[in-house]
């Protein structure tokens, strides 16, 4: 399985990063591909840049896609709203299988990417068919609970991904 982790950490190379490409590969994953967005800088804030352009593609391509954000103000970055943005409405992730990711300092905000990140996901097409994921930032790498998720969630989203790369042939 393909999966693509796009990354919404103002920090390249983040906790946040490594913990989206842990996910990916919980769920089973032979192939992550990390879009850390920091990279892309200013050239989201306006249209047409060829390489948002080429990182758009590369999401919509994929059969897994990773969507990971610190908690920043009870909410997901800026950054990753900027690449949202760059979506089209109801079809910008037509067939992408989507995950919702988020690290926080606290258990406070344990509800953000269920709250706020899965509903624009949902709004730009992708298909989010489990509840989102939220770590602990200071625990993510050591947290017991990613595995159980990844159990009871990973056959949903693998068998999702098979239909859709069926589709694609």
Same mark, same amino acid.
């Given at each position: 399985?393909?999966?693509?982790?796009?990354?919404?950490?103002?920090?390249?190379?983040?906790?946040?990063?490594?913990?989206?490409?842990?996910?990916?590969?919980?769920?089973?994953?032979?192939?992550?591909?990390?879009?850390?967005?920091?990279?892309?800088?200013?050239?989201?804030?306006?249209?047409?840049?060829?390489?948002?352009?080429?990182?758009?593609?590369?999401?919509?391509?994929?059969?897994?896609?990773?969507?990971?954000?610190?908690?920043?103000?009870?909410?997901?970055?800026?950054?990753?709203?900027?690449?949202?943005?760059?979506?089209?409405?109801?079809?910008?992730?037509?067939?992408?299988?989507?995950?919702?990711?988020?690290?926080?300092?606290?258990?406070?905000? =344990?509800?953000?990417?269920?709250?706020?990140?899965?509903?624009?996901?949902?709004?730009?097409?992708?298909?989010?068919?489990?509840?989102?994921?939220?770590?602990?930032?200071?625990?993510? =790498?050591?947290?017991?609970?990613?595995?159980?998720?990844?159990?009871?969630?990973?056959?949903?989203?693998?068998?999702?991904?098979?239909?859709?790369?069926?589709?694609?042939?």
């Amino acid at each position: 399985m393909r999966a693509v982790a796009v990354v919404g950490n103002p920090k390249p190379a983040s906790r946040t990063a490594d913990a989206a490409e842990r996910l990916a590969r919980a769920l089973g994953a032979d192939d992550v591909e990390v879009i850390d967005l920091i990279g892309l800088g200013g050239k989201l804030i306006g249209w047409g840049d060829p390489e948002v352009a080429a990182a758009v593609a590369k999401v919509q391509a994929a059969e897994v896609a990773v969507f990971a954000s610190p908690t920043y103000k009870a909410t997901y970055t800026g950054l990753l709203k900027l690449f949202l943005d760059q979506l089209p409405t109801a079809t910008g992730l037509a067939g992408v299988v989507a995950v919702p990711l988020m690290l926080g300092g606290g258990p406070g905000h =344990a509800l953000a990417p269920e709250l706020l990140l899965k509903p624009v996901l949902v709004e730009v097409g992708a298909t989010v068919p489990a509840p989102a994921v939220y770590q602990l930032d200071s625990t993510y =790498a050591d947290d017991p609970k990613l595995a159980e998720w990844a159990e009871r969630w990973g056959p949903v989203i693998r068998s999702l991904a098979a239909q859709r790369a069926e589709l694609r042939r």
